[in-house]
């Protein structure tokens, strides 16, 4: 007998979901659109994005030694005006032309990131072939770990810079130690404590402190342009940098007296500059690409541009001086103190709030949603603005990273192996995305190959860039490098395993649902409350037909001697998106107690590869036989939560019979046992089962609150040899 795969994705079950006949409820799940960007709307969006995603970029000049001289202590001028030139160019091609130009223009119904740009590769409609869908989970897995190991290392990076130069600033005598080594131990004690109180406060959500930082922020940048002038009316010449000649020279120059290796520092340098531009990309849903655009374009880069300017002027006006080590500490004359000491002030919280793990959290809430990385616990912080979520659990575990990196790579003075580390990670990010970006353009717009030559040139400064940024890597960079690869190994063994289950799921399916065209969608909001009470009426009427006129078996369970009865309803929950349709906690409710409810309903949950879901395709309920549905839920990658009790009430509302039933609610929790030995593969399916053994799906999609709940165990057998898969299954039960 054939099987009947009701797919979620079956055009045939698709429902308007209009609510047109009867009263809004209150408990009813709400479609949050993103708010008219437009008047002050608009003004308010920029100010928030200015707090939330731009300090990152906006503090750049507080992180790097822009420059290094070679032969001499003393800077020479087109040395100076040479590496300045590959500042300005790498802000004009690199963050205007490639992020705000051409990346931010491709996304996901208006999110974008790593998993954004992945979640598209992998739609149907894609005209990827599966290695090459492999290849995408394999790139943007990189990217993910990459952003994670950089939300690791900004904090550490930024307050470490921080607190240093308020040592730098304070007058001798007034330092934080009276030796190098107490100096050293106090920065080190401050910067570890903040760092830890940064991590404590992102459970508030970022949203609210871009109210708060984004003024500060605004003010910053503009002050930064105004006493950058002052500088580069001093010495105009530093003007040249915005030939692109000058900047050729300056690395031609550089590889034929220094060699290679010093034509590739000053790249790796100027690319610090930008490295905030990732962030922005992840998190541009968040405020959309309009309000990110208008404050770039008309605050952000023609500040950032006047501030690099006025930075190397200040090196050019004191080339004796120790200006090219911190030239910032010379921007504002230190007699000046109506500027200096406010000038501090905003440079030091720029820097706290450049610390925050941008963009993190939310690359790994779409990672779980697209089910590549295991579920974990998520608090949406914001109301209004979707995708904000705070993960508690991985915060703290980060924090202790970042707090090893600040313990490990913390020093005084030039030699600063934090930003070293940082660089590299942000190169490769960057490159990750450039290709996920060409394999957009070409496999999901269908773009012809000489459309995509913008693509690879971003593609080859990208790997400029890489190259540059590992000139400055030192053999103590290795943790970097420890942290996304550690989170990619996670990354791995979640999609190995998953995908081993899978297969061995089609092969232990053992019941099916008849092959019957009178299945049938239930939809009461197009037809009013009468039809729904008509419908309730009848099916309290109808005969409730037996298991085996709904299903077939394969196998020795014969479902004729399965008892069916009791007034309640039975809910079998399922977090698989397995074509069959039928979640396996009901197999082994019916092998191990020969009894179902009454009334059995399947719910299952379904993950789109896009941000959010329409209202049209949010809820599907499907009719096999009196007494028995199919619910389905669509939720996007950046939505919260629904909890089961919500999810049945959604389905009553929209014609589920059995409103005021008893409900019991049954969920499985797989325990995963790794049978015989693979070398490349034993380790990552042994830590997969054991995250399947830390981590509930079913807690994870769903919220579960005091509901009945019935949880069965199935224990399964991963077979890493050639013999064929093994399952067995027991239960347990724990009632809510």
Known sequence: MPIHPKSELDPLIRVEEGNHHHHHDEDEEEHHHPPPQTGWKLVLLCLQSLGVIFPEIATSQLVVQFYKPHDSKVPKDDDVIGMFSIVVWALILQATIKYMVCLLSETNHGEGGTFSLCALLLQRNSKLADKGKSFVKIISILGACLIIGQGAITPAVKISRAVS?????????????????????????????????????????????????????????????????????????????????????????????????????????????????????????????????????????????????????????????????????????????????????????????????????????????????????MVRTSEEAEGQTYLPHLNQFIMLISLSIVTGFHSVGENNNIVEVYGIALALLMTTTTILYILTLRYHKNYSWWKLIPGFIFLSWDIVFVLGTATDVEPQGWPAMTVAAFFGFIMISWVYGNKKLRKQDKYNQTIFFQDE????????????????????????????????????????????????????????????????????????????????????????????????????????????????????????????????????????????????????????????????????????????????????????????????????????????????????????????
Request: with cysteine; charged share 20%; aromatic share 12%.
């Open 165 to 377: 130069m308020m040592n730098d600033f304070l007058p001798e005598g007034h330092k934080l130690g009276h030796t190098e080594w107490s100096i050293r131990f106090t920065i080190l004690a401050i910067t570890f404590i903040l760092v830890a109180i940064i991590f404590q406060l992102n459970r508030f959500g970022a949203s609210k402190f871009g109210y708060w930082i984004g003024p500060v922020c605004f003010f910053w940048l503009v002050g930064l342009a105004g006493l950058s002038i002052w500088h580069i009316v001093e010495a105009p010449k530093i003007l040249m940098a915005f030939s692109p000649h000058t900047a050729f020279n300056f690395l031609l120059h550089n590889a034929q007296h220094h060699g290679v290796k010093h034509m590739l520092e000053p790249i790796g340098r100027a690319f610090i500059v930008i490295g905030g531009m990732e962030i922005l990309y992840a998190d541009m849903g968040h405020f959309g690409s309009k309000p990110i655009r208008f404050c770039w374009f008309f605050l952000v880069l023609p500040s950032l541009l006047l501030s690099y300017l006025g930075v190397g002027a200040i090196i050019l006006n004191r080339p004796a001086e120790d200006s090219h080590y911190f030239p910032l500490k010379y921007m504002i004359p230190r007699h000046q103190t109506a500027l200096f000491f406010p000038g501090l002030g905003a440079a030091l919280v720029m820097l706290l709030a450049a610390s925050q793990t941008g963009g993190v959290f939310s690359t790994i809430s779409q990672a779980c949603s697209l089910n590549f990385f295991p579920p974990v616990y």
């Open 517 to 736: 065209e009178e299945n049938k969608l239930l939809d009461s909001s197009a037809r009013g409350e009468k039809y729904l009470k008509e419908s309730e009426e009848k099916e309290r009427d109808e005969r409730a037909p037996k298991l085996s006129e709904a299903f077939y078996t394969r196998g020795d369970l014969d479902l004729d001697q399965v008892v069916r009865g009791g007034e309640g309803m039975g809910v079998f929950v399922s977090t698989s998106e397995s074509k069959f349709g039928i979640p396996e906690v009901f197999s082994s409710v019916i092998k191990f107690t020969r009894w179902v409810p009454q009334t059995i309903v399947f719910l299952r949950i379904h993950h789109l590869k896009k941000p959010r879901a329409d209202e049209h395709e949010r809820i599907f309920i499907e009719r096999h036989k009196s007494g028995i549905y199919t619910v389905s839920i669509r939720i996007g990658f950046f939505e919260p939560r629904v909890s089961l009790a919500r999810a049945i009430k959604m389905a009553h509302n929209r014609g589920l019979p059995g409103r005021d039933m008893k409900k019991t609610y049954f969920i499985h929790r797989e325990i995963i046992k790794v049978a015989g030995f693979h070398l490349g593969w034993w380790a990552a399916t042994k830590t997969f089962a054991m995250m399947k053994h830390s981590f509930h799906e079913t807690y994870s999609v769903f919220k579960v609150q005091d509901e009945d709940i019935l949880e069965i165990g199935v224990l399964k057998t991963i077979q890493l040899s050639t013999k064929k898969p093994k399952r067995q299954s027991g239960t347990s039960s724990i009632i809510n």
